[in-house]
T-cell receptor, first 111, second 113 residues
């Protein structure tokens, strides 16, 4: 059974204080590692997909990396608007079987 | 703008009543999904459909039913058999032919009392 574990559950940072969120996974065969951002009361917003170890993707202050067992979401010099819950997910199986999600990391950036 | 529309945003029902949540997409995606989100839990897959007139159970299908009569629409019915129906329900879609991302609507918060 696929498993996705995110840590920490919550993280409070000062504005400008860089950090990383962790997503460790156990799957029989990785079919994509996905990062989402979710604001309160809204649906998740897609950020990145990573498919193979060593792959990296960047968007503004966010950078996602992937190894064979885990993925990191690095946040550089965060701003208060980066506050959100960040979700990690892996592909469930072939084609369009959906994603298995972790419980998320609730990130708060204080001004 | 293309996207996924879920309605209503908030829904209140009495225990013992069936309720149907609407999900419409204009992204021309083949696959559609329903997830449930509870506080402190990850999103859990209820049902998914890879093509019109076909759907599969996810991890927590008991007490729910779906239909897929049109490519654009994937309504979810929460039946009286669902023991803990109060939750945030999210609909999503994907192109369906590759291991691509899911695109989500903004959810329906269902409260059953």
């Amino acid at each position: 059974e696929d498993q996705v574990t995110q840590s920490p559950e919550a993280l409070r940072l000062q504005e400008g204080e860089s950090s990383s969120l962790n997503c460790s996974y156990t799957v029989s065969g990785l079919r994509g590692l996905f990062w989402y951002r979710q604001d309160p009361g809204k649906g998740p917003e897609f950020l990145f997909t990573l498919y193979s170890a060593g792959e990296e993707k960047e968007k503004e202050r966010l950078k996602a990396t992937l190894t064979k067992k885990e993925s990191f979401l690095h946040i550089t010099a965060p701003k208060p608007e980066d506050s959100a819950t960040y979700l990690c997910a892996v592909g469930r199986g072939g084609g369009a079987d959906g994603l298995t999600f972790g419980k998320g990391t609730h990130l708060i950036i204080q001004p | 703008d293309g996207g996924i529309t879920q309605s209503p945003k908030y829904l209140f029902r009495k225990e013992g009543q069936n309720v149907t949540l609407s999900c419409e997409q204009n992204l021309n995606h083949d696959a559609m999904y329903w997830y449930r989100q509870d506080p402190g839990q990850g999103l859990r897959l209820i049902y998914y459909s890879q093509i019109v007139n076909d759907f599969q159970k996810g991890d927590i299908a008991e007490g729910y039913s779906v239909s897929r009569e049109k490519k654009e629409s994937f309504p979810l019915t929460v039946t009286s058999a669902q023991k803990n129906p109060t939750a945030f329900y999210l609909c999503a879609s994907s192109i369906g032919t590759t291991d691509g991302p899911l695109h989500f609507g903004n959810g329906t918060r269902l409260t059953v009392t």
